[in-house]
């Protein structure tokens, strides 16, 4: 098995903005290998959030390709490339999107509903990924009776409880404190070194990118590396 | 796909408490349509049940040719005779014909609920008239002496109208009457009748020795085809035979369709209002909740479930409205009685019905509402875009 994951080939993005088109990023170009910890970094309107939807496929690009594992994803229904998501990503978002009115085991539980694992399997998936993520006693709070912190963790495990290929951050520490989003991103550098997850995050914090292994800034459309972790 | 449908629609329904103000807003105007309707429905109901629901297979009525009503028929004592005498006509064991020959004439009297006077039906009979009448019960009191000024109410007449309580003496016209008798014969029309002895109908009506109708028992299946073969070949006879079941629901179709013609559009008017309504409540839940399902399209999840989800959602606000609606109409109008004015321009006492079937119907209109109010907000869920999970 190849150790890419990710190949992107003069990839475009270009919105429409009444009768101007504007591009975001054109002719990208990058591979993402199994196991990495990225952090794309860049401006506000860079494209770092763009880009994350087209890797996630929950976006379409306007020219080039997207191939995951070597698969192109590019091009997929939208029913196929929802079924493609379920089983190879999973995504952390900034402000957690949980189902308020669920527990927090519920909430994890959501992705493997499109399994066929049976109700068993699910418990037992779903007790360990909040034991990874440290809130195994906590599986029966809702949302609003977590920390934001707490709610991240919730949202960790739910991205993690189908073993996806590959977890999709965006701004996973913007709306936590500094100390909380220093534990968020210890629990993704673990997840990244123990479990070798791979992860792509987007970030406008320095301080967050450190904890990746790979550091690339987005700027007009082009990738600038700037910094690298053993 | 089973369990994608169910976890959608168990977080729309479990949300349903946090737009509690526009679904309780739905629920009832479904709950108003559907009381309405059933409102209607119940008064169909009811005064189809007390008309139609009188009346036998075995007792026809005859009236004179083309009369329709009681109200427009009379005849001679010279038809009673040949009827008396006539083939079809069961036969009691002194052979005598078991027949009831009546005068029928309008009355006013005072209407409890609202004081005004209402025309009742006050008939003139003899002895006949109870073993003429399935059910027939006197309640209370005795049946009135022959000649006198005397009367038996129907249980309708002293529950709906003032002055016919047992031992009172009640002015109907010129004439004083003294009530002696109630009776009940089941909740049918004639609860509604007021009897006195032909005789003295007769008298202070001057109708001379004039009936309206006769009332016959039949002698077996082939009885009533006896009658109306001798009838048609008779010639100095002019009537038009029927059952008397026949006879009460031809009086009782056209009222309970009036009323049913009426109740139908009023409740579908009002059932488009009640979709204005959940369409709102429907479109702010998909509203609400756009990066929750588009969160739940990003896991995977798919637009079809979204979709269910909601009509789902639409579904259970209108089902339960339905219920609300029927439970009121149920607890407040089963069984209360009214009077309205009958075939023959008298009042006829009847109650309330809600039926299972008009439940089933106003519960069925209900999830309609639902179903329509929920179908373009559903759709709306299920193409909510994926980049609104980062909204």
Same mark, same amino acid.
């Given at each position: 098995?190849?150790?890419?994951?990710?190949?992107?080939?003069?990839?475009?993005?270009?919105?429409?903005?009444?009768?101007?088109?504007?591009?975001?990023?054109?002719?990208?170009?990058?591979?993402?290998?199994?196991?990495?910890?990225?952090?794309?970094?860049?401006?506000?309107?860079?494209?770092?959030?763009?880009?994350?939807?087209?890797?996630?496929?929950?976006?379409?690009?306007?020219?080039?390709?997207?191939?995951?594992?070597?698969?192109?994803?590019?091009?997929?229904?939208?029913?196929?490339?929802?079924?493609?998501?379920?089983?190879?990503?999973?995504?952390?978002?900034?402000?957690?999107?949980?189902?308020?009115?669920?527990?927090?085991?519920?909430?994890?539980?959501?992705?493997?509903?499109?399994?066929?694992?049976?109700?068993?399997?699910?418990?037992?998936?779903?007790?360990?990924?909040?034991?990874?993520?440290?809130?195994?006693?906590?599986?029966?709070?809702?949302?609003?009776?977590?920390?934001?912190?707490?709610?991240?963790?919730?949202?960790?495990?739910?991205?993690?409880?189908?073993?996806?290929?590959?977890?999709?951050?965006?701004?996973?520490?913007?709306?936590?404190?500094?100390?909380?989003?220093?534990?968020?991103?210890?629990?993704?550098?673990?997840?990244?070194?123990?479990?070798?997850?791979?992860?792509?995050?987007?970030?406008?914090?320095?301080?967050?990118?450190?904890?990746?292994?790979?550091?690339?800034?987005?700027?007009?459309?082009?990738?600038?590396?700037?910094?690298?972790?053993? | 796909?089973?369990?994608?449908?169910?976890?959608?629609?168990?977080?729309?329904?479990? %949300?349903?408490?946090?737009?509690?103000?526009?679904?309780?807003?739905?629920?009832?105007?479904?709950?108003?349509?559907?009381?309405?309707?059933?409102?209607?429905?119940?008064?169909?109901?009811?005064?189809?049940?007390?008309?139609?629901?009188?009346?036998?297979? %075995?007792?026809?009525?005859?009236?004179?040719?083309?009369?329709?009503?009681?109200?427009?028929?009379?005849?001679?004592?010279?038809?009673?005779?040949?009827?008396?005498?006539?083939?079809?006509?069961?036969?009691?064991?002194?052979?005598?014909?078991?027949?009831?020959?009546?005068?029928?004439?309008?009355?006013?009297?005072?209407?409890?609920?609202?004081?005004?006077?209402?025309?009742?039906?006050?008939?003139?009979?003899?002895?006949?008239?109870?073993?003429?009448?399935?059910?027939?019960?006197?309640?209370?009191?005795?049946?009135?002496?022959?000649?006198?000024?005397?009367?038996?109410?129907?249980?309708?007449?002293?529950?709906?109208?003032?002055?016919?309580?047992?031992?009172?003496?009640?002015?109907?016209?010129?004439?004083?009457?003294?009530?002696?008798?109630?009776?009940?014969?089941?909740?049918?029309?004639?609860?509604?009748?007021?009897?006195?002895?032909?005789?003295?109908?007769?008298?202070?009506?001057?109708?001379?020795? %004039?009936?309206?109708?006769?009332?016959?028992?039949?002698?077996?299946?082939?009885?009533?085809?006896?009658?109306?073969?001798?009838?048609?070949?008779?010639?100095?006879?002019?009537?038009?035979?029927?059952?008397?079941?026949?006879?009460?629901?031809?009086?009782?179709?056209?009222?309970?369709?009036?009323?049913?013609?009426?109740?139908?559009?009023?409740?579908?008017?009002?059932?488009?209002?009640?979709?204005?309504?959940?369409?709102?409540?429907?479109?702010?839940?998909?509203?609400?909740?756009?990066?929750?399902?588009?969160?739940?399209?990003?896991?995977?999840?798919?637009?079809?479930?979204?979709?269910?989800?909601?009509?789902?959602?639409?579904?259970?606000?209108?089902?339960?409205?339905?219920?609300?609606?029927?439970?009121?109409?149920?607890?407040?109008?089963?069984?209360?009685?009214? %009077?309205?004015?009958?075939?023959?321009?008298?009042?006829?006492?009847?109650?309330?019905?809600?039926?299972?079937?008009?439940?089933?119907?106003?519960?069925?209109?209900?999830?309609?509402?639902?179903?329509?109010?929920?179908?373009?907000?559903?759709?709306?869920?299920?193409?909510?875009?994926?980049?609104?999970?980062?909204?």
């Amino acid at each position: 098995m190849t150790d890419v994951l990710y190949e992107l080939t003069d990839l475009s993005k270009k919105y429409t903005r009444g009768k101007e088109s504007v591009a975001i990023f054109e002719d990208l170009t990058m591979t993402i290998n199994r196991g990495d910890f990225i952090a794309i970094m860049g401006p506000s309107g860079s494209g770092k959030t763009t880009l994350l939807n087209l890797l996630g496929g929950i976006d379409k690009p306007s020219g080039g390709q997207v191939v995951c594992n070597g698969l192109r994803i590019d091009n997929l229904s939208q029913a196929k490339l929802a079924k493609w998501r379920s089983s190879h990503v999973g995504f952390i978002f900034q402000f957690y999107n949980l189902m308020p009115t669920l527990t927090a085991a519920q909430n994890v539980e959501l992705p493997l509903l499109l399994t066929k694992l049976s109700s068993k399997e699910r418990k037992r998936r779903v007790q360990t990924a909040m034991e990874v993520v440290k809130l195994a006693e906590r599986a029966k709070h809702r949302p609003r009776q977590l920390s934001g912190g707490q709610q991240q963790r919730v949202a960790i495990a739910r991205a993690l409880v189908a073993d996806p290929d590959v977890l999709l951050c965006d701004e996973p520490t913007g709306d936590l404190d500094r100390a909380t989003a220093d534990e968020i991103l210890e629990t993704l550098q673990l997840l990244n070194s123990e479990l070798g997850k791979t992860i792509v995050m987007v970030t406008h914090d320095p301080a967050a990118a450190k904890y990746a292994r790979r550091e690339l800034h987005l700027d007009k459309g082009r990738f600038v590396e700037t910094g690298a972790m053993a | 796909m089973i369990s994608q449908i169910s976890a959608v629609t168990s977080i729309n329904l479990r %949300s349903i408490p946090q737009r509690w103000g526009m679904s309780l807003a739905t629920i009832l105007s479904i709950a108003l349509v559907v009381g309405v309707l059933l409102g209607f429905l119940a008064m169909a109901n009811g005064f189809r049940a007390t008309v139609s629901g009188t009346g036998s297979e %075995s007792i026809a009525v005859l009236l004179r040719s083309g009369s329709q009503a009681e109200l427009n028929s009379g005849f001679g004592r010279d038809t009673v005779r040949l009827i008396e005498t006539a083939p079809g006509v069961a036969r009691d064991e002194d052979g005598a014909a078991i027949l009831s020959a009546e005068l029928y004439v309008i009355t006013d009297a005072t209407k409890r609920s609202t004081g005004n006077d209402a025309s009742l039906s006050l008939r003139g009979v003899d002895d006949m008239a109870p073993r003429l009448r399935e059910n027939f019960e006197l309640v209370e009191g005795r049946m009135f002496a022959e000649g006198s000024n005397e009367i038996v109410v129907g249980e309708g007449v002293l529950r709906e109208f003032s002055g016919f309580e047992l031992n009172s003496t009640i002015r109907m016209g010129p004439n004083e009457w003294r009530v002696v008798g109630v009776f009940s014969t089941g909740g049918s029309v004639f609860d509604s009748e007021i009897w006195a002895d032909i005789g003295t109908v007769q008298n202070l009506y001057q109708r001379g020795a %004039s009936y309206q109708s006769i009332r016959v028992q039949l002698d077996g299946e082939t009885g009533l085809t006896e009658l109306q073969d001798y009838a048609e070949n008779e010639p100095r006879l002019d009537l038009d035979i029927t059952t008397e079941k026949e006879f009460f629901a031809q009086s009782a179709g056209g009222l309970s369709n009036l009323i049913m013609y009426l109740g139908w559009p009023l409740a579908i008017i009002m059932a488009v209002g009640a979709l204005a309504g959940a369409w709102n409540a429907m479109y702010a839940s998909v509203d609400s909740r756009v990066r929750e399902i588009a969160t739940l399209r990003t896991l995977g999840f798919s637009g079809f479930a979204a979709f269910v989800g909601t009509l789902v959602e639409s579904l259970l606000l209108a089902f339960i409205g339905g219920l609300v609606g029927a439970l009121i109409t149920y607890f407040v109008f089963d069984g209360v009685s009214a %009077s309205t004015m009958g075939g023959s321009f008298t009042q006829v006492v009847f109650s309330f019905a809600v039926t299972i079937q008009s439940v089933i119907s106003g519960v069925v209109l209900a999830l309609i509402v639902g179903l329509f109010g929920g179908f373009f907000p559903a759709l709306r869920a299920s193409r909510v875009p994926l980049l609104e999970v980062h909204g």
